[in-house]
Nanobody, 122 residues
Framework: VQLQASGGGLVQAGGSLRLSCVAS????????MGWFRQAPGKEREFVAA????????TYADSVKGRFTISRDNAKNTVYLRMNSLRPEDTAVYYC????????????????WGQGTLVTVSS
């Protein structure tokens, strides 16, 4: 599986962005998809996850109510809609696939995209 993330950029605080992650190489419709992020000088952290049907989602407390994860299995794509962005959301955002089931643990995700940079200015 290859994952290609896009949609990052520079945005002012309070603004919005939508990240996309397209999977290729095999179907990912049966797998859990997640978004993680890594801010400068910090460890990578969990942001959001969605089950294969799109019926179950979970979020880190820091983004709950502002970010929305969704997926379109027909397009092999997962999205992360980010609203009310804050400077502390600045990070490289990574999409990932877990083939082993529902999880928010980074080490349980098997495939990773290259990351897309989100910069939020104050």
């Amino acid at each position: 599986v290859q994952l290609q993330a896009s949609g990052g950029g520079l945005v002012q605080a309070g603004g919005s962005l939508r990240l996309s992650c397209v999977a290729s190489g095999r179907t990912f419709s049966g797998y859990v998809m997640g978004w993680f992020r890594q801010a400068p000088g910090k460890e990578r952290e969990f942001v959001a996850a969605i089950n294969w049907r799109g019926s179950t989602t979970t979020y880190a407390d820091s983004v709950k109510g502002r970010f929305t994860i969704s997926r379109d299995n027909a397009k092999n794509t997962v999205y992360l809609r980010m609203n009310s962005l804050r400077p502390e959301d600045t990070a490289v955002y990574y999409c990932a696939v877990s083939t082993t089931g529902w999880t928010i643990r980074e080490y349980e995700y098997d495939y990773w995209g290259q990351g897309t940079l989100v910069t939020v200015s104050s």
